[in-house]
């Protein structure tokens, strides 16, 4: 006959039954696997606040441009001359000229553009107005005094919606060789509504901006330089003080933050205190490392990392810092190249 728990186990009361006794083995064995399963829990990501931080990226051409001249077949010209296409083409290279300005660049015209670092050539191969008009119902709730009366009313709309598509290309001049091509498409609308008859249609030409400055958000990161927005997660468990120096990234103070992280992570030994184990310490190392990766210390921060990881390899938050901080130092080398 098996039985379901030996009785030479220590943690198991002789005076109990098999089935009660292999019962209380079963729950010292959840508690066992609970207690791991929170150490585990407590440097999760989804356990822990964030901190954000930024990636500052070249421009996309891969050179600094300084002073842009247009393409003379960007203008309007022989058989498009008074087509749409050549309409919506004249105002976009005005928009996108006042943001070039904006932003600090100069821009060449006519047989100027000789020192100029680019040329930008622009193409719109669509620019469509489309209107209509449509009528919905709509309730409307009127009071006199203690009395309320609801209607319903016709609701008249015209909509006025622009279908645009253009190519954007940048030549580096000083190789002639393309170094950045888009293809944007954009399908903005504005819609006037009134119960009170039918309203007019939205402005073509104010629908039309729209489009143009739609293209700005993708246009500009290929000729200036650009942030990305990144979180990474800061262990703030009262182990080892990890918290105090959470209040003090909270407040700002990095430099205290890392003062704190660095005195952590000094004292955080497994076995100095009660719990104290290599999840602990490796967590110490990684706020440590944080704190070098927001201030651009990416050699500091990999080191810390990787003194996480070894402590505690399986902790997939160490594994993402050790990618962000790679990624990030990769852009950062690339930006130092562009002012060299």
Known sequence: MRTLASTRDPNVDRSLGPVRAAARAGGL????????SCASMRYAATFNPTVTVEVEHPPGVGFVVDEVVFAEDARPRGGRAGTAQASCEAEWVQVLTQELLERGVRVARGGGGQNADAVIA????????????????????????????RRIVPEYHARTR????????????????VAASRTLTHDPEITNSSIRGEPEFPSPGTVAEQAYRSTIRSIT???????EV???VFFDDERCGLNL????????????ALEISIVNASACEPGTAAEID??????????????????????????RFEQARSADPDNGVIRDAIREALSAEEAATALRSLGG
Not at 122 to 142: A, F, G, K, L, P
């Open 29 to 36: 064995a959840l508690a066992v696997l609970s207690v791991a």
């Open 122 to 149: 622009v193409d719109v191969t669509r620019c469509e107005t489309e209107q209509e008009r449509s009528v919905t119902e709509r309730e409307i709730v009127e009071r006199a005094g203690d009395n309320t009366r």
């Open 162 to 177: 622009v279908r645009f598509r253009g190519t954007f290309e940048v030549v580096d001049q000083s190789t002639d060789l």
């Open 221 to 227: 990161p290929i000729l200036f330089r650009w942030f």
């Open 230 to 232: 990144r979180e990474l």
């Open 245 to 256: 120096a959470h209040r003090a990234v909270e407040a700002g103070d990095y430099e205290r």
């Open 278 to 303: 290599a999840r602990d310490l490796a967590a110490a190392h990684y706020n440590v490392g944080v704190l070098h990766r927001i201030i651009g210390d990416f050699d500091s921060a990999l080191a």
